[in-house]
């Protein structure tokens, strides 16, 4: 299937690793080319060259903190245009809402929700423009089903969630489309880290806990980040023009729910 999506260019966010880099390998097979963004300088510039290699695609890599104000000014002047956008940051720290601050919420605020409309409000004016944009926003199943431990995911999510669900109508007539991609559990750092916490406050061991997430999802085991990577892909193509608004699990049936 052709994605219709051969000499656009990327942004996508938080992406020498997991989720983010694997939207971007995507991406980049799909013929588009990429402003590859994290913080670490030595992971990142390792991760643009092996896009690079496997694809042939131009990526640019750009070191920065996708949460600061300037970390995102050199991420979008990096990018020859913006057509597509991926969102994306680390997750917040887990814990009990009781040992949470206020500097800790407003901080979560940033990371998960601000920090994302931000980037949207510095691409979607030139979208509307060139009558192109396709935005995904990576957000959390946590939406749909709020975490325990996640109290500073749970709530900036969402918030993010209706912010962008109000936008993606305002921009649907001008072929920019806004969704959400919602990971349940897949196989990265971030997720080995939420995994110890939670074995921690069952007081079991982080491979019983494995055990016990894994058990809890229908098809009986983690995602692979290339899974998630395709369905950011498709939902940037051409064809999904019509598709806005919308807020997709990418969870292995593990909600339980029907809609
Ligand atoms: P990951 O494997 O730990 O990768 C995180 C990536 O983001 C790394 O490339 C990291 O590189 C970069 N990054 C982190 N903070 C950044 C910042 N402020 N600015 C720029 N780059 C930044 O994490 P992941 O599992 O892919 O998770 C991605 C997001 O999805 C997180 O918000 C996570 O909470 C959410 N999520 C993940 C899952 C899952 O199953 N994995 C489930 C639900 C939600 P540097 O550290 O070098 O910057």
């Known amino acids: 299937m052709d994605l219709g999506l051969k000499g656009k260019w990327a942004v996508v966010c938080a992406a020498s690793k997991g ?10 097979g799909e013929g588009v080319g990429i402003v590859l963004v994290a913080r670490t300088e030595s992971t990142l510039r390792a991760s643009a060259e092996r896009i690079h290699a496997e694809t042939g ?10 949460t600061t ?27 009990d809402f009781l040992d949470f601050s206020r500097e800790d919420w407003l901080a979560a605020l940033n990371n998960n929700m ?23 926003n990576i957000t959390s199943s ?13 709530g900036p999510r969402a918030g993010l969630t209706g912010v962008a669900g109000g936008l993606a109508r305002q921009y649907a007539r001008y072929n920019v489309t806004i969704n ?27 491979e019983q806990e494995t055990q016990h997430q894994i058990e809890l999802i ?16 498709f939902l940037c193509s051409a064809g999904a023009g019509y598709i806005t608004a919308q807020n997709i699990l990418v969870d292995g049936g593990a909600f339980p729910g029907l809609l």
């Open 19 to 28: 989720l983010g880099y694997a939207c971007a390998r995507a991406l980049a």
């Open 57 to 66: 695609q131009r990526v640019i890599p750009v070191a920065a903190d996708i």
């Open 69 to 95: 104000e300037q970390g995102r000014a050199e991420a979008l002047a990096a990018a020859p245009q913006v057509d597509i956008l991926v969102n994306n940051a680390g997750g917040p720290p887990t814990g």
């Open 114 to 136: 601000l920090s994302h409309l931000e980037m949207i409000r510095g691409v979607i004016r030139p979208m509307v423009e060139r009558r192109f944009g396709r935005i995904v």
């Open 142 to 154: 946590a939406v749909k089903s709020p975490v325990e431990i996640l109290c500073l995911t749970n």
């Open 180 to 206: 959400g991609l919602l990971p349940g559990k897949f196989d990265t750092e971030r997720l080995r880290s939420n995994v110890r916490a939670r074995a921690e406050v069952r007081g079991v061991s982080f």
């Open 218 to 233: 229908a098809a009986k085991r983690y995602g692979r980040t290339e899974e998630f990577g395709q369905a950011c892909a």
